[in-house]
């Protein structure tokens, strides 16, 4: 599950998403704090699945706990009110959530299912995977970085943080700029 590279990212945001923006901004301050708190957890969430013994009787409810309060965590993350200049933001965190509960979904179908299916298994991680992967574009635009990737697409508009935003849909013009 790549739990070490959530980790790394998360502490990585954890330390740097308090260098972004202005601190008399009460909205952008609140979102930051909010962030904050969103990073910390889900690094503890990492942390205690990293811990779990496979060994001992249960842990597979205990992991699917886990599952269960990190899609919860995700799920809140996507809720928060985003300030203007981050809102590339805000349709990478619904999309996060979504994937991440259908993640979830699908972990408690081949944990919990009398018999093993593999596609499921498979299903379960790929939607896992969609959500780390927006929660990396997420920290990336909270730095300022402009992501990169398969079906990442940026363009231009000066109202939003960074000078573009990501996925704007075609039938918007791709490559127009908005006017001021």
């Given at each position: 599950m790549k739990k070490l590279k959530v980790l790394c990212l998360a502490l990585l945001c954890a330390l740097l998403i308090t260098g972004c923006g202005k601190e008399n901004d009460d909205e952008l301050t609140e979102y930051q704090e909010n962030m904050n708190t969103f990073f910390e957890h889900i690094a503890e969430y990492n942390d205690e699945m990293n811990n779990i013994d496979v060994s001992e009787e249960g842990y597979v409810s205990r992991l699917l706990e886990l599952l269960d309060g990190l899609d919860a965590e995700v799920a809140w993350m996507s809720t928060l009110e985003v300030p203007e200049e981050f809102a590339a933001v805000d349709s990478l965190a619904d999309e996060a959530s979504e994937n991440m509960t259908q993640a979830v979904?699908?972990?408690?179908?081949?944990?919990?299912?009398?018999?093993?299916?593999?596609?499921?298994?498979?299903?379960?991680?790929?939607?896992?995977?969609?959500?780390?992967?927006?929660?990396?574009?997420?920290?990336?635009?909270?730095?300022?970085?402009?992501?990169?990737?398969?079906?990442?697409?940026?363009?231009?508009?000066?109202?939003?943080?960074?000078?573009?935003?990501?996925?704007?849909?075609?039938?918007?013009?791709?490559?127009?700029?908005a006017d001021e």
């Open positions: 979904l699908l972990y408690h179908m081949v944990y919990e299912d009398e018999e093993y299916n593999e596609n499921v298994e498979e299903a379960a991680r790929e939607y896992y995977s969609r959500a780390n992967i927006r929660i990396k574009y997420i920290v990336m635009l909270l730095h300022g970085e402009i992501p990169e990737g398969e079906g990442v697409i940026y363009t231009e508009e000066s109202k939003i943080f960074g000078g573009g935003y990501m996925n704007k849909p075609e039938e918007d013009g791709s490559d127009n700029t």
